[in-house]
């Protein structure tokens, strides 16, 4: 029996388009790096699919559960729980995975998981759980304000230390847009930015690789082959595609020229093979993911509904536009994932249980 599909389909369709583009692209952006890393040009395509299949059952089931079952305090705290402790094992012998000089990994069973993407998960829920019950409180700072900011800086820390500070600022950003919606005071908001932001810049300042990243940004050609390279060779591989790419499959820059092609700078490749309006139409696609989410929202009847969507759209709207804008050299480089595109299980599993949360909300809102 086939089961009556409900949901919102323009949304859906968009979550499959973006799916589909970007498996193809890491398939093409990975091909010769699995060559050269495991012997094979088909492991991390492999992989992939296994990601896509975790996420695939983490949406169904979301889609076709009533996300109303979350808004209760014993679930917040166990997933808000989960994704403090996951990010504490990162620092645990054994347990967390060094990739370069971070440790934001963890060993779990057959995989590895990244400890930031649960805590954007948890963080999303217990969100929506707050501001669903105390929005109205929003007007008090001290009362209203200050405990949830401080659920969220404690979760920014956690991801900050590892370190990943563009994930962690990330995080940052979006819960006060968040707030905001939610209607937290203007003059509340200056007060919170005027508090964040010259921490923000001394922690980028005091240290060595964020600062060279801040002067890569200003000047990749002062350094071409150091810090500056990777910039460059995205530029590069953008310049190559022109207009309408050099074709799927054809781009040069991921033969070991730029680095993460597969992954932080998969748009690079995509627009360097597909071109200027292959890039289009993936921005396109964000777009209507964004907008189309944000009307689900609207849509909805109830206010823990209507923060969740609020919640997972603009987190991952978020994180598509900080990547695409470090791509294009429009922001200093972040290590932040594109959502449905980079390479890794963590990030799409992540963004396909925000996809599940926002279509389970559809079926009940009333577009």
Known sequence: MIPELDFDMVFFLTTLVLLVMGTIMIFSSSYFISKEMYGSSFVMIKKHLFHLAVGAAAMVYLIHADYRKFNTRIFILAILGLGIITCVLCFVPGVGITGGHARRWIRAPFVTVQASEIMKIALIFYLAYYLSK????????????????????????????????????????????????????????????????????????????????????????????????????????????????????????????????????????????????????????????????????????????????????????????????????????????????????SSMVTAMVASGIVLSVSRRARL
């Open 134 to 345: 105390k929005s109205k409180k929003l007007d008090d700072y001290r009362s209203g304000v200050l405990p949830v900011l401080g659920v969220v800086a404690v979760s920014a820390l956690l991801i900050f230390i590892e370190p990943d500070f563009g994930t962690a600022a990330t995080i940052g950003l979006w819960s006060i847009f968040i707030l905001y919606i939610a209607g937290m005071r203007i003059k509340h908001l200056i007060f919170t930015f005027l508090m964040l932001v010259p921490a923000a810049i001394t922690m980028m300042v005091l240290e060595p690789y964020r600062r060279a990243r801040l002067l890569a940004f200003r000047d990749p050609w002062e350094d071409m082959q150091g810090i500056g390279y990777q910039i460059i060779q995205s530029m590069v591989a953008l310049a190559n595609g022109g207009v309408f790419g050099s074709g799927l499959g054809e781009g040069t820059q991921k033969l070991f020229f730029l680095p993460a092609p597969h992954t932080d700078f998969i748009l690079s490749v995509l627009g360097e093979e597909l071109g200027f309006i292959g890039v289009l139409f993936v921005v396109t696609l964000f777009g209507l993911w964004v907008w189309r989410g944000y009307s689900i929202a609207l849509a909805t009847n109830d206010d823990f509904g209507f923060f969740l969507v609020i919640s997972a759209v603009s987190l991952l709207g978020l994180q598509a536009i900080v990547n695409m804008g470090v791509a294009m050299s429009l922001l200093p480089t972040t290590g932040i994932a594109l959502p449905f595109f980079s390479y890794g299980g």
